[in-house]
């Protein structure tokens, strides 16, 4: 029999942000976390650091570290940026703009969206219409466009009107390029690079409702959510390597090379199987309260490998990871002034992109000596990521140079750094889905995939429910819980608008699902 000496009070399995989320919220309560994360060196998942880049130039060898390619946080991130504040007093840099760079066939054009979207006295939904009085919108349009109002306006309208996530619908077998279905070609590829961006994915794996999700949570429904705030330096240095420093001076404790097996109940408490990857061997820990922070397919795999999880575990839906790679390039030439970062549209085969010398203090000194360095983000098809690298730095080169011509004959540098499946491929949260309260006792889960009671999305999702896990657990141990920020507000015509559009969804939705429903099954 084991001493209550012997029982950890949590065990949280998983070191991404959503895990020490859970655990700095706990720390900080007196309530010591054990963390496990499976990587031998590098906690953080999708904001994970790693080794150097190093290479040579002018007779110098530079250095920079690697990472993941997480630099900012969008405006409606309130719970991450309150809880970077309350332990770290991390100081953001907010951008002063975004940048779209669209490519239709080989013509290349550009427009300043982040400020004018932010700054339009246009209230929500329509703020968008601000970028009609921009001289260089109008260069990213041709006159077939017009014919999209139509199509662009219904759309928007409803929008405000359905929220997959409170509403819990996923609507099956739609995907994103299902809401363009009534625009043209132009603008339908612009959008579309929106989607990449915001999702982390190629179009095929963005459903509708993700989709609407998402430009729901971003940028719709107000205009302050497009509002970024980067990181001064790479994520691991400013944040992860100091929440796991915070932890730890609390009393809690991270064991990197330690992967979670499985659970097995043991009368009131949790037995924890642990794989020591780093030291070799196997161990248990006995936990009162578990809270998972580990991936779709590790949380499926744990549960049903675990034989008091594995019946109920069966029945819930897990959603699949995608690929998604990132290119650094080097340049010892500055390119033209404009924002720090933006979105690639249209017919580049890249998406986000941010000048790392404009934002990260390691590259200071490189941008100094007059050089620059662009960070591009690849959330391709498998076909394009399964090139070698070499290829993929050819083709970040190439798509650079289109939309920054003044860099030809600068280049100095390239890499890419292959983040493999871990980036959750956004699903719908609904009554088959794992949310963070579980189906079974003391067993809790946080992560940008779970469910909860939050419309946020990745970085900030990984964050509420953190604070919704650590919290349950936290008031079992007789604690004070966390205040959580309640999502911001849709703006006055927005919230009138989707009121408008869900009054008319109960009135004629009926009407419509019986026309539209096969006879032979009504």
């Not at 794992?434 to 992560?447: D, F, I, R, Y």
């Not at 946020?456 to 953190?466: C, D, K, L, N, T």
């Amino acid at each position: 029999m084991s001493s209550a000496d012997d029982i950890f009070p949590v065990v949280v399995i998983g070191g991404g942000l959503a895990g020490l989320s859970a655990a700095i919220h706990l720390a900080e309560r007196d309530v010591t976390p054990v963390v496990l994360e499976a990587d031998t060196e590098w906690a953080g998942g999708c904001l994970s650091g790693g080794p150097d880049d190093t290479f040579e130039h002018n007779g110098r060898t530079w250095s920079f570290r690697t990472e993941h390619g997480a630099h900012a946080l969008w405006g409606g991130y309130d719970n991450m940026r309150a809880m970077l504040d309350r332990f770290l007093k991390l100081e953001l840099h907010e951008s002063i703009g975004a940048e779209w760079i669209n490519r239709w066939g080989n013509r290349v054009r550009y427009v300043e969206a982040g400020s004018a979207v932010r700054g339009t006295v246009l209230p929500a939904p329509f703020h968008y219409l601000q970028l009609l009085v921009r001289p260089r919108f109008w260069e990213t349009v041709n006159p077939l466009d017009i014919l999209s109002i139509p199509g662009y306006l219904t759309s928007l309208l409803m929008t405000t009107g359905f929220d997959p996530i409170t509403e819990q619908v996923e609507l099956e077998g739609l995907k994103m390029d299902d809401y363009f279905r009534f625009w043209t070609p132009n603008l339908r590829a612009t959008f579309r690079g929106l989607g990449h961006s915001l999702l982390a994915a190629p179009s095929e794996n963005i459903s509708l409702s993700a989709f609407i999700a998402a430009i729901r949570f971003y940028t719709l429904l107000r205009r302050d959510t497009w509002a970024l705030g980067y990181l001064p330096c790479n994520a691991h240095d400013c944040l992860i390597q100091p929440m796991i420093d915070y932890i730890q001076e609390k009393g809690g404790m991270v064991m990197t090379g330690t992967r979670g097996l499985n659970l097995l109940r043991q009368g009131e408490n949790w037995l924890v199987r642990v794989e020591d990857v780093k030291r070799g061997g196997r161990r248990t820990m006995l936990a009162r309260h578990v809270i998972l922070a580990v991936d779709p397919p590790a949380a499926e795999r744990m549960l049903n490998d675990s034989p008091d999880t594995a019946p109920i575990a069966s029945t819930l839906k897990f959603p699949p990871n995608v690929n998604n790679s990132t290119a650094r390039l080097w340049f010892d030439k500055q390119p033209r002034d404009g924002a720090p970062g933006g979105m690639f549209t249209g017919d580049f085969g890249i998406d986000n992109f941010f000048w790392l010398n404009r934002l990260h203090t390691e590259f200071k000194e490189w941008g100094d000596a007059g050089g620059s360095a662009i960070e591009v983000h690849f959330y391709a098809p498998e076909k394009i990521l399964e090139q070698p690298d070499h290829m993929l730095v050819v083709m970040a080169t190439s798509e650079v140079l289109r939309a920054f011509p003044e860099l030809k004959g600068h280049f100095v540098h390239g890499s890419i750094r292959r983040n493999g499946r871990n980036q959750t491929e956004f699903r719908i949260p609904t009554k088959h889905s794992w949310w963070v309260e579980t189906p079974w006792e003391n067993v809790l889960a946080c992560g940008d995939w779970v469910g909860c009671d939050s419309p946020a999305m990745w970085m900030e999702r990984s964050v509420v429910s953190a604070m919704e896990a650590a919290n349950h657990v936290i008031r079992a141990n007789g604690a004070e819980p966390f205040a959580i920020i309640p999502p911001r507000k849709p703006e006055a015509l927005a919230r009138v608008m989707g009121g408008v559009v869900r009054a008319g969804r109960k009135v004629f939705g009926p009407v419509i699902r019986f026309i539209v429903h096969p006879i032979g099954k009504r």
